[in-house]
């Protein structure tokens, strides 16, 4: 459950909406997919040719009305489907650009959500954002990845998946294990639809693809804002292009030895201390809340809840996986604090799931399972998964330590134990060449710290900025005055925090305040 929906959360809370817009429909069948790719085909051509030929956008009219009010352009580029084969046709990334507003340029500024699979077409808005003004200077650019959002084909396997009422996550017995077994199977059989596109959905794929926006654009350099999973396609990239970077901003890194079971093996154990944070803020205001007195106490009563739930669901959908998911939110963002703690609040003092159901909505997104596809097909295909025995182990002994987000993690990724798709290598990230800005909370659950730390050592022309105490995910441009200089001074001049000696963050800034409800 690496990144989800919640960093679309984050990002737009800087950009004062809840969500981000998609354009296009989901691609739904077999038949769809298979146009989608044969209508972008080009003839096919020798190795040499197709290296030589470079990819086109034309800029047109954005559907998205946040882009058009801003004086945005969408247009799409080709890239290959397989990198290794040009023969295998081309596939169409969804691109979005806002001009620089300033006598000089600095060139263009690319921007990904992470997700993995997350749209990202109106993340060219965060120009806007910037601190003191900085992202002027750039054009922005915003894409929805290969098989995300506008881009074609976009993956879709299942799209009610996340139905209501699903089986609870934490399983009572061996047959509540089968059964989600069972649709974890179903699931990734969904996908076999897409054949030789799944082979093809790796982080190098993803920066290849960047590259080849990179071309389109006429550029010689670019520059990478990139969130979570977007931190590890900026790595990926400084380590396959290293002399096509100009700036590079990675904010909550990923930890490139972890790819990718590892990682969320890492998220179970973080995913607890980022909760008891939450149900401490949430006793701290048991006068608004009347959830519990302490951590420990509203702890016991969300497990209670989940119980009740798993007898009987609320409203014949909320049951304890809905539930769960409604609620996980919190984890990732203090900003999300109010309304989380406020939606328990109303079903366990007054009996009212609507708040509850709202949230579950629009996390899960039923009905549309493009980001949750987008996913698994880099995940799954992206590293080695080990056997179900070794899951369910790993399963069990965490859930002793974190038993909020332990099984929902593991059914989330289970898909990968029948992925379709041969896995990959991932690559050994290198980035001694590019001077990066790196941004890590030190309590961020979704990528903990250590990844942050890890990659300031294989960038050792970077710095490290580390909002002390922070339990935010991807909070940049926000994260406090402190955040915001080091970023206006990065675009503006380039100009990094003093590099400090030993494994450590080079600037310490002060969380922000905890919301009030």
């Not at 397989?82 to 596939?91: E, L, N, R």
Request: glycine share 8%; with cysteine.
């Amino acid at each position: 459950m690496f990144f989800r929906r919640l960093l679309i959360m984050s990002l737009t809370t800087s950009l004062g909406a809840l969500t981000l817009g998609v354009t296009g429909a989901v691609v739904g069948a077999v038949t769809d997919s298979e146009l989608a790719v044969r209508a972008e085909r080009a003839p096919a051509a020798s190795g040499a040719s197709a290296q030589k030929a470079s990819p086109r956008i034309d800029w047109q009219r954005c559907r998205s009305r946040a882009l058009r009010r801003a004086g945005g352009q969408c247009g799409r580029v080709r890239v290959p489907m397989d990198y290794d084969d040009p023969s295998a046709g081309k596939i169409s990334l969804a691109v979005s650009r806002l001009r620089h507003t300033t006598t000089r340029s600095q060139g263009v500024m690319l921007v990904n959500p992470g997700g993995p699979g997350a749209p990202g077409l109106e993340l060219a808005l965060l120009k806007r954002t910037m601190p003191r003004n900085s992202g002027r200077s750039f054009d922005w650019i915003g894409f929805d990845p290969r098989g995300a959002g506008a881009s074609r084909p976009a993956l879709s396997c299942r799209p009610w998946y996340f139905h209501a009422d699903r089986p609870a996550y934490v399983p009572r017995n061996e047959a509540d294990e089968r059964e989600w077994l069972r649709r974890s199977r179903h699931y990734a059989r969904g996908c076999a639809k897409y054949g030789r596109l799944l082979d093809n959905m790796t982080t190098a794929d993803m920066a290849r693809d960047v590259d080849q926006i990179r071309r389109a654009l006429r550029q010689e350099r670019i520059s990478w804002y990139g969130y979570s999973y977007g931190t590890y396609i900026g790595q990926v990239y400084a380590t396959l292009f290293p002399h096509r970077v100009k700036r590079m901003v990675l904010d909550s890194n990923v930890d490139p030895r972890n790819v990718w079971y590892e990682a969320n093996l890492e998220q179970n154990r973080a995913f607890q201390p980022a909760f008891t944070k939450f149900f401490a803020w949430v006793a701290t205001h048991r006068s608004t809340y009347h959830l519990g007195r302490s951590a420990r106490q509203v702890q016991r009563t969300y497990l209670r809840v989940r119980r009740q739930l798993d007898r009987r669901p609320a409203a014949g959908r909320l049951g304890p996986s809905e539930f769960d998911d409604a609620a996980l939110v919190a984890a990732y963002a203090p900003t999300a604090w109010p309304v989380v703690g406020a939606a328990l609040a109303a079903w366990v003092n007054q009996g009212n799931p609507r708040p509850l159901l709202g949230l579950w909505r629009w996390w899960d997104t039923p009905g549309d399972d493009n980001l949750f596809a987008g996913y698994l097909a880099v995940f799954c295909t992206e590293g080695t998964w080990p056997n179900w025995e070794q899951t369910r182990a790993d399963a069990r002994r965490l859930h002793r330590v974190s038993p909020i987000i332990t099984w929902a993690n593991t059914w989330f990724n289970a898909p990968c134990l029948f992925w379709p798709a041969e896995s990959t290598a991932p690559v050994d990230v290198d980035g001694h060449q590019v001077r990066a800005l790196l941004i890590g909370q030190t309590e961020d659950a979704a990528t903990p710290f250590q990844g942050s730390l890890e990659t300031r050592g294989r960038f050792p022309k970077s710095a490290l900025v580390a909002v002390r105490g922070g339990y935010a995910h991807a909070a940049s441009p926000g994260g406090g005055r402190c955040v915001r200089r080091a970023i206006a001074a990065y675009l503006e001049k380039g100009v990094l925090p003093p590099r400090e000696p030993g494994r450590r963050a080079d600037l310490l800034c002060p969380a922000p305040r905890l919301p009030t409800p």
